[in-house]
């Protein structure tokens, strides 16, 4: 049976959320730069008719494994078939993917500029980021999630970090 768009993006967001909790953690991974590009590029292929999501999959699993063994190993379960995807809203999710890869790049930028502690902190609210797509706080407007989870970066270090992405939380 074929994985669907639905499925591919799921496990995607659940890489990703494995990938944010690691680096919230201060846990050394070597590549995260190349990790966190890794899967932007694959959220960027949701919805290309294309190339979907559903055919890069095996290019970042590869990727992944290339980028760093120890994370591939945490993640693996996640690249299986076997593995249950929770129902969620593809639609909202899909919607969410620009705020994903501009997050990404962000911590990235902070990465490259030995910015660790405001890397963490942004991986730190990033790693809700994919639960909150999968209903988890579903008590929470869209708007209170925001506010609750990446509003607390700029007052901790007094500079914007998804500002520019507010948008799509109103």
């Known amino acids: ?4 768009e639905a499925c591919a993006l ?8 494995e990938l944010y909790a690691a680096l919230s953690k201060g846990e050394e991974l070597s590549g995260a730069v190349t990790l966190l590009d ?7 292929h949701c919805q290309n008719e294309q190339k ?5 999959m095996r290019q970042l699993k590869k990727q992944i494994k290339r980028g760093n063994a120890e994370f591939y190993r945490t993640v693996k379960s996640g690249f299986s078939r076997l593995f ?3 129902p969620y809203d593809f639609e909202k999710a899909a919607k969410h993917i620009p705020a994903l890869i501009y997050g990404n790049d962000k911590i ?12 963490r902190s942004m991986a730190d609210a990033m790693k809700s980021y994919p639960r909150f797509l999968f209903g988890e706080f579903e008590a ?3 708007e209170q999630f925001y506010e609750l989870v990446f509003g ?5 270090y007094d500079e914007p970090f998804m500002d520019d992405m507010r948008y799509l939380f109103i």
């Open 1 to 4: 049976m074929a994985m669907t």
């Open 10 to 17: 799921a496990r995607t967001l659940n890489i990703a959320g």
């Open 38 to 44: 890794s899967i932007s590029a694959a959220f960027s």
């Open 52 to 56: 979907p999501l559903t055919k890069c």
């Open 84 to 86: 249950p995807v929770l």
């Open 108 to 119: 990235c930028e902070k990465l490259q500029n030995s910015e660790q502690n405001k890397a």
């Open 140 to 142: 929470l407007s869209d």
């Open 152 to 156: 607390y970066y700029p007052k901790l």
